[in-house]
């Protein structure tokens, strides 16, 4: 019991270190607009897979499609940044202009100029939004003229199409968000690294600090527990630790120091040298506590790079083990009170289904009124 009491103090304070990462990796990602960009990526290469002749889109019809879907027209800077891409012959280009700007080819020093112009505001993509649902995005094409009139002239061919512009939605989403969530992995590591390095954070120290102290361990897991308590989450049925914060993050070294955990500098370090010694042989011992602290903690900031979601999940299972109990949470997100498909064929045939049923109607019920 006392090991597994150990195990579970280690992987929770672990998953407060991890916040910090995540909360780092958070403000990186919103600074830099990285879900805008991706989104904007999407679309442009969503663009290339749609059969315009099918549906009879022109290049208005589909730019305007375009906007409607990756414009929040609740920003006041939208209608602003559709005229200056009006500018822009080529509609990939205009796409382009408000994703990734590596791919307007950019030196460095101007990429390194437009991130740090964005810690003051992005008016070029401010009113872009982050994501929208396959649902809301059919329901934004089958709203434009050209598919009104393709849906009452041939149903069945506007539903082929629209099923593969759904298909091919979710899977280059799917494919962008693997991307991303590979380099957000990365960042994550090395930024570990980085806070593990700069507050001497030593994962072996801490765990044996823990098996060592079990009355420690015991105060870090009665802490956790308190906290879940004052989150009314036994209130709520909900005890998943991985949907709530068990420490601020930004107070959370401090707390850890109080609390007696080894976390900081004046819990010992070979970068100090001892007041005895001399010679090589002192040298050399000096040399070698350097490198294994080096490694040690480094190895520590490979772990909280693995995230705090990793860790709460982690700790969620050894909850159960020593506790007994098992829970389970499901959640589903609705964008714009639309759907996704989540990869399932039916599910994407019944909103396909839905999108162009409603969109008949009201083709049918507009005939004879200009467009």
Known sequence: MQLLDAALAFVLTMAGLATVVTVIMESCIRVARIRKKNFVQTI??????????????????LWDFLVRVIKNPSESSSDRINAQCLKIPDINDRLAMLGPDKARGAGLIEQIKNFAGQLFGDGKRSAIHDCVSMEYLLRCLAETPAVKRAVLDSRDKTEVVFNRVARKYEEISAGISISFKRHAQAWSVGIGIAVALVCNINALTIFEAYLVDPDLAQSVISRYEKQLAE?????????????????????????SKALGIPIGWNTGTPLAPPSHGSGVLHLFDQTRQIITWFFAVSLTGVLIGLGAPFWFDVAKRLSQIRKGLQTEAASKEFRFSAENANGSADKRREIVDRVLTEAAREAKFNVGTPA
């Open 44 to 61: 442009r290469l969503l663009t290339r897979e749609l059969d315009r002749d099918a549906l009879g889109l022109d290049d208005r019809e």
């Open 231 to 255: 989150n009314g989450l036994n209130k709520k049925g909900d005890d998943d630790p991985a949907n709530n914060s068990v420490e601020d993050p930004w107070v959370l070294l401090a707390r």
